[in-house]
Structures are given as C-alpha cells and as structure tokens.
C-alpha cells in the first residue's frame, strides 16, 4: 500500500485537497493507497512522543505503525518559508531511527503560491531522505502557483495533472 503524506498540518490545506487527487489517480491504477494527514497528529506530540518520550504516546504510535508498514510513500509538500513545514520535520524526527524509512521508496511533489513549485523545499527534504537511507524518485513535480491553477479545490491544470500521473505511474514501478 503507498501512503501518501499531506505534509503539512494547516486546516483545510491545498496540500490535502492535491492528496485526495493523488489517490484517485492511484485507484485509476489499481493500486491501493491511504492519507495521513498531519493535522490528524496529536497536538502535542513533539513533547510527548519524541526523543526520551519515544513509544510513550499511543496516538502517535498508531501514525508511526501505519508509516512503518509503508513501503512506498507520496509526500505532497507545500514550500513554507524557501523550505518545507517544519511539522513535517518533526513527523519524520519522531520516526525511528534509522529503520522506518531505510531502503524504503518515496515521491515527492512540490506546492507553491509562487514561481518556484517548491523546488528548494524538495530538494532540502531529498537530502534528509538520503541521510535516511530511502530511495527517492527523480521525478519531482513542481507546482507553482497553485492557488491559479485549481477550481473548487480540484487541480485543473491538465498538465499539472499529467505530471502527477506520470509520478504515479513511475512510482508503482519503482
């Protein structure tokens, strides 16, 4: 099963709204798939599940098995202040270390307001996913300017679209 990772915890986020896009397209494909979603997090799990507090917080526990179950993970990833959320740093933070994501296979895509698609914030997130150990796919798709390029909180750009389809497809054969 691929997780898909909405890697923000911001309410009602693009970043979730391009998740459920990405599942769909993964059913398109017979491939099953779910979301986790950071805002789901427990609101206080960097002081209770981290370092020390590691195991110690059932809620967070239950997100860190479904994770560790995962083979194949999607990270949409909104660029927040020229990198990723710092949330989902603290998601990966909780997970142990090295083996939840050690020689395990991930995409990601990139969401910005503006020109960029997130490109910084990808490549910053690649570089901790290789210090992990997980395989990263090359294909990255960079969505700029996506508040633009959606309608009733579906991403209609067709070639925006096409780029995630083809991701999908490449990661299936990862």
């Known amino acids: 099963m691929i997780k898909i990772i909405v890697s923000t915890n911001r309410r009602n986020s693009i970043s979730k709204q ?7 397209i ?27 507090h590691n195991g ?4 967070f526990n239950q997100v860190h098995h479904q994770v560790q179950e995962g ?5 949409i990833v909104p660029e927040y202040n020229g990198s990723f959320p710092g ?7 909780g997970m142990s270390y ?12 990139g969401l910005s307001s503006g020109i960029g698609g997130g490109g910084i914030a ?6 901790i996913f290789h210090y992990l150990g997980m395989h990263v796919l090359a294909n990255k798709p960079k969505l700029a300017k996506i ?22 497809e490449m990661l299936i054969d990862f």
């Open 98 to 109: 090295p083996n939840t994501f050690r020689n395990k296979k991930c995409a990601l895509v």
């Open 71 to 75: 083979k194949k993970f999607v990270f």
């Open 122 to 127: 990808l490549s910053h997130l690649t570089d």
């Open 26 to 52: 993964l059913q398109t494909l017979n491939q099953e798939a779910e979301i986790i979603d950071l805002m789901d997090l427990p609101h206080d799990f960097i002081f209770t599940a981290l370092y020390e």
């Open 56 to 59: 110690k917080n059932k809620e």
């Open 18 to 24: 391009i998740a459920s896009q990405y599942l769909e």
């Open 147 to 168: 508040e633009e390029n959606m309608s009733d909180n579906l991403l209609t750009n067709r070639f925006y679209i096409d780029l995630l389809q083809t991701q999908a």
């Open 87 to 93: 949330i989902l740093k603290s998601f990966i933070d």
